[in-house]
């Protein structure tokens, strides 16, 4: 990861303006749209560590984003711990399982493994929504008492908004040194023919499990920061299937492989969902556009809109990574 990129400095003024714009404007509904959006960059820019950069299509990503919440939140509820305490343990933990089951299921390839993050997602979602310890399928409710650490209720949306522009920031410069390093050559050639890389001396299995666990850590962590905001956590919303397909559907239109392509694909569709939640007419059919605007993209831009800026202008392969 080089610094004397332009790529490093345009990252460092998006970071900048996700960082001060709701400050600066005292916006608080700016505040709430782009936790959102900032959420989503996290989520997709980690799942390219598996699909874009590997080949490895996860179905079941979102698992990480529940079960760190779930941690975390224990953390919170059970043991009193500050929040962003609560956060890192939770992302360590996550990471520690994540690179013991991705040992074992990593050894699935094609549509063996998608299928089994789906199964690997459900059934987390089945045992923690009759895990009682953990309330079952009511989930958890935070008393307010949790907000004293930040100044109470009033200041937690300020707080972990820059937490999550904080983590957003660890994902882009982590898929940036991935991209860049000789462990992400090892993955691109495992990318493109896992046999041949393994011929050349390329730990297929070791760099794959590790990856898996990279993928994971900073979900984990967001899961827990949301479901702090949210004072709530439950296995229906922690563990949403379909936000596993959001994600891929917003890598997939920025483009995989890339560093920029989750940011414009999260940015983008996140746009979209906002007008189509809000509008009376295709509020009930967000998810079936989705699905189609996954077919259009696949059919016709494989490459997303990163691929299309390429291919239209091919010197921007030198300023966007």
Known sequence: MSIRKPFFWLLLVMIGFFALAPRVTGD?????????VVVSIILVSNLNLMIGYTGYVNFGNIVFFGLGGYI??????????????????????????TLLLGLGVLRLRGPFFALATIGVLEATKAFVSNFEPWQGAEGINLPFSVFDSVGGL??????????????MAASLFLSYWVKTSKFGLGLFAIREDEEAA?????????????????????PAVTGTLVAYKE?????????????????????MLGGQGTIAGPILGAV??????????????????HLIIAGGLLLLTVLFVPGGVMGWLYRQCPALRSILE
């Not at 300020?158 to 904080?166: D, K, N, Q, R």
């Not at 983008?268 to 059919?285: I, M, P, V």
């Open 198 to 218: 393994q011929v050349l001396g390329v730990k297929a299995p070791l760099f794959k499990a590790l990856v898996y666990a990279m993928s994971g850590v900073l």
């Open 268 to 285: 983008a569709y996140e746009q979209l969902r906002s007008y189509l939640l809000t509008s009376e007419f295709f509020s009930h059919f």
């Open 154 to 167: 009033a200041n937690v949306g300020w707080y972990v908004y820059a937490a999550l522009v904080g983590v």
């Open 231 to 251: 004072a709530v956590i439950d296995p229906e919303k922690a563990f949403d299937l379909h936000r596993s397909i959001e994600a891929i559907v917003m890598l």
């Open 28 to 36: 608080f509904m700016l505040l709430q749209d782009l936790s959102v």
């Open 72 to 97: 975390g939140i224990n953390g919170l509820y059970y043991w009193g711990w500050n929040p962003f305490l609560s956060a890192l343990f939770a992302g360590a933990v996550v990471g520690l399982l």
